[in-house]
T-cell receptor, first 116, second 115 residues
Framework: AQKITQTQPGMFVQEKEAVTLDCTYD???????LFWYKQPSSGEMIFLIYQGSYDEQNATEGRYSLNFQKARKSANLVISASQLGDSAMYFC?????????????WGAGTKLIIKP | GAGVSQTPSNKVTEKGKYVELRCDPI?????LYWYRQSLGQGPEFLIY????????DSGLPNDRFFAVRPEGSVSTLKIQRTERGDSAVYLC?????????????FGPGTRLTVT
């Protein structure tokens, strides 16, 4: 069965350091996509970055990059030069059977706190 | 352009009452989702619309919950005979398409409290 695992319930990171948030997934499908979302305390879920299973390069969006290791079934989010505003919940999600499946499978999330 | 909007932002109601939660998706987005989120957890899928029709309502907890999207744009989630266990944040999301690589854009949510 499809599953997303985020093993870090919470993390404390010093401002300006890089941070890696772990995400492992389980699917038997070859065509799938991985999404990362940020949810600040205000509650709104914000899309950060997407990685397709057939993408040859790791996705990058500004300070966000995805360390995609297909054989290990991991899609870790890397935030470079962390800022206080990065403090939030971060969710990893997956869609498999990309041509027909509309649902996302969500992880439990990681609470990231950036320390000044 | 305008993002997904949801009204009201907060709703407090008494047990047994009826509530309606509204979602206004991004213009042109055919896919619309409703989720429920409890504190410290990921979103829980409730229902998915493709256009006007509910393509999948398998996540609705019971028959007290119902949602409509009559013109393929605005959607309303309706909860009858509310119970204290219905208290949660209800999130709406829209997407250009339901399948494929298209990300979902979320509204700010409606915090429902049943007393």
């Amino acid at each position: 069965a499809q599953k997303i695992t985020q093993t870090q319930p919470g993390m404390f990171v010093q401002e300006k350091e890089a941070v890696t948030l772990d995400c492992t997934y389980d699917t038997s499908d070859q065509s799938y996509g991985l999404f990362w979302y940020k949810q600040p305390s205000s509650g709104e879920m914000i899309f950060l970055i997407y990685q397709g299973s057939y993408d040859e390069q790791n996705a990058t969006e500004g300070r966000y990059s995805l360390n995609f290791q297909k054989a290990r079934k991991s899609a870790n989010l890397v935030i470079s030069a962390s800022q206080l505003g990065d403090s939030a919940m971060y969710f990893c999600a997956m869609r498999d059977q990309m041509d027909s499946n509309y649902q996302l499978i969500w992880g439990a999330g990681t609470k990231l706190i950036i320390k000044p | 352009g305008a993002g997904v909007s949801q009204t009201p932002s907060n709703k407090v109601t008494e047990k047994g009452k009826y509530v309606e939660l509204r979602c206004d998706p991004i213009s042109g987005h055919t896919a619309l989702y409703w989720y429920r989120q409890s504190l410290g957890q990921g979103p829980e899928f409730l229902i998915y619309f493709q256009g006007t029709g509910a393509a999948d309502d398998s996540g609705l907890p019971n028959d007290r919950f119902f949602a409509v999207r009559p013109e393929g744009s605005v959607s309303t989630l309706k909860i009858q005979r509310t119970e204290r266990g219905d208290s949660a944040v209800y999130l709406c999301a829209s997407s250009l398409k339901g399948t494929g690589k298209y990300e979902q854009y979320f509204g700010p949510g409606t915090r429902l409290t049943v007393t």
